[in-house]
């Protein structure tokens, strides 16, 4: 049980164009998600966290305007990357939680690997 | 605010030999405190989580970890590592009041040598 489902695992596209990064949670409902980036051999960047039906909070240093969190249900929370440079490429992951508790444990979906041309 | 120190970036250990990761983390509250392993190119495993009661945890695939509260410490451990052990191991804390967010190490890669 706890599976999360993101897609697309990777993805080129083209700079200034906006990519949308799907997380699903397929057998729980997610009350809270959490999407980070991670760059080469380092740790994952908390960008932002997103509750059901509500905006979500980003991390200070990340630009809201160009990763656009949504949340709008139990079971999909979507990123979007707008107008994506070069810098934007990384690896990014998204996590829900199944229960609205502080000791819950993360579930992870397998990361989108984003490169920009 | 909360931090996370894993000041291993790298072990090299050989097939069958015992292994600890460390980890200590830095909190103005009391925090829950996790372990992660990650294989190239996914998402992130639970491999075993500190909530409460006694301090040493077990997890999966061998893998154990003790809470140490004075010296802010979750140590991970295992007896006897396998080649399949080979992969990135990240510290997660997270705080049991205030701003719900989940901050993690800056992981260790763990290699075994055969």
């Known amino acids: 049980g706890a599976v999360v489902s993101q897609h697309p695992s990777w993805v080129i596209c083209k700079s200034g164009t906006s990519v949308k990064i799907e997380c699903r949670s397929l057998?729980?409902?997610?009350?809270?998600m959490f999407w980070y980036r991670q760059f080469p051999k380092q740790s994952l960047m908390l960008m932002a966290t997103s509750n059901e039906g509500s905006k979500a909070t980003y991390e200070q240093g990340v630009e809201k305007d160009k990763f656009l969190i949504n949340h709008a249900s139990l079971t999909l929370s979507t990123l979007t990357v707008t107008s994506a440079h070069p810098e934007d490429s990384s690896f990014y992951i998204c996590s829900a939680t199944s229960r609205d508790s502080r000791g819950s444990p993360l579930h992870f979906g397998n990361g989108t690997r984003l490169t920009v041309t | 605010a909360q931090s996370v120190t894993q000041l291993d970036s790298q072990v090299p250990v050989f097939e069958e030999a015992p292994v600890e990761l460390r980890c200590n983390y830095s909190?103005?509250?009391?925090?829950?405190l996790f372990w992660y392993v990650q294989y190239p190119n996914q998402g992130l495993q639970l491999l075993l989580k500190?909530?409460?009661?006694?301090?040493l945890v077990k997890g999966i695939n061998g893998f154990e970890a003790e809470f140490n509260k004075s010296q802010t410490s979750f140590h991970l451990r295992k007896p006897s590592v396998h080649i399949s052990d080979t992969a990135e191991y990240f510290c997660a804390v997270s705080s049991r009041s205030g701003t719900y967010k989940y901050i993690f190490g800056t992981g260790t890669r763990l290699k075994v040598l055969a």
């Open positions: 057998d729980f409902q997610a009350t809270t």
């Open positions: 909190s103005s509250v009391s925090v829950y």
């Open positions: 500190y909530l409460s009661g006694s301090t």
